[in-house]
């Protein structure tokens, strides 16, 4: 069974750099076919897809957010980090990170395993 | 980035009944379209992906259809634990954008 745990500051300065880790527990973490994602929900609003990384360090961001985000992996500790630096308040949300994997058949990909969430309030 | 509408915003059911939610995407997306379910302070889960493909687990009262820009999720015979918010997502191309979600309460 695959869990991800994120971990992180969960009160952030405007301006300051917003720092998360997802622990991904399982054995899966260094399999071939499944990227790595963040995502994020401001309360009581909609998913945003912030981006993803392979264990390659092949990365895919959110035009939206590209500027000021990074997404780091460490494979000898199963982990994988969000970097979203400038913070503003538009920035508070939910943050999950979470398992990408490939469908079987046409290979449709999809989002299979997630974090439980972890609130980040952008404030001073 | 690809856009994705979903219809109705919120809907009022009964247990018993059966729904349908419509998802839309801004351009054609072949079948890479996902639905989660979302319960109050729970992460998402997995439903359906690529369109048809019921995720492991999930009660065959839940199926979806669709291919290019439009998608149904049907749910027949609902459930009191049905009652949810979900979520459309495209994965054709990244960013892989969701719908602005569909809120189900009870009537």
């Known amino acids: 069974q695959v869990q991800l745990q994120e971990s992180g500051p969960r009160l952030v300065k405007p301006s300051q750099t917003l720092s998360l880790t997802c622990t991904v527990s399982g054995d899966s973490f260094n399999s071939g076919t499944y990227y790595w994602t963040w995502i994020r929900q401001p309360a009581g609003k909609g998913l945003e897809w912030i981006g993803r990384?392979?264990?390659?360090?092949?990365?895919n961001y959110n035009p939206s957010l590209k500027s000021r985000v990074t997404i780091s992996v460490d494979t000898s500790r199963n982990q994988f980090s969000l970097r979203l630096n400038s913070v503003t308040a538009a920035d508070t949300a939910v943050y999950y990170c979470a398992r990408d994997a490939l469908g079987l058949g046409v290979g449709g990909r999809h989002i299979d395993y997630w974090g439980q969430g972890i609130l980040v309030t952008v404030s001073s | 980035d690809i856009q994705m509408t979903q219809s109705p915003s919120s809907l009022s059911a009964s247990v018993g009944d059966r729904v349908t939610i419509t998802c839309r995407a801004s351009?054609?997306?072949?079948?890479?379209l996902n639905w989660y379910q979302q319960k109050p302070g729970k992460a998402p889960k997995l439903l359906i992906y690529t369109a048809s493909s019921l995720q492991s687990g999930v009660p065959s009262r839940f199926s979806g259809s669709g291919s290019g820009t439009d998608f149904i999720l049907n749910i027949s015979n609902l459930q009191p634990e049905d009652f949810a918010t979900y979520y459309c997502?495209?994965?054709?191309?990244?960013?892989?954008?969701f719908g602005p979600g569909t809120k189900m309460d009870f009537k």
């Open positions: 351009q054609s997306i072949s079948i890479f």
């Open positions: 997502q495209q994965s054709f191309r990244t960013p892989f954008t």
């Open positions: 990384i392979y264990t390659s360090g092949n990365t």
